[in-house]
């Protein structure tokens, strides 16, 4: 079966500095006791501010799943890109089978 059931939760959580926007992509902390009703949760880490998501396997900025800059373009990619290219899909036990 592949099936995937998108489930939405709402979670409040206390962000003593003020550093977050709506979009932002962040990782919680669960509270030892509860701030408020609702509050039950901290900021633990923003992983990634609205609008500044970087591809965790090309480290290439994208928006939704479209690339800002095309990660493709041999021209433009210089020898630490393809390094690191190389060492991501080599981590991710990823490789080519030619049949």
Do not use: M, W
């Amino acid at each position: 079966l592949l099936q995937f059931f998108n489930k939405r939760k709402t979670y409040f959580a206390h962000d003593p500095l003020q550093q977050c926007v709506v979009g932002d992509i962040v990782l919680l902390k669960a509270l030892p006791e509860r701030r408020s009703k609702h509050v039950k949760h901290e900021l633990a880490e923003i992983v990634f501010k609205v609008g500044n998501v970087i591809d965790p396997i090309t480290g290439k900025p994208c928006a939704g799943t479209r690339f800002l800059e095309n990660p493709s373009d041999s021209e433009n990619l210089t020898e630490a890109d393809t390094t690191y290219l190389s060492e991501k899909l080599h981590e991710l036990k990823v490789c080519s089978t030619d049949k």
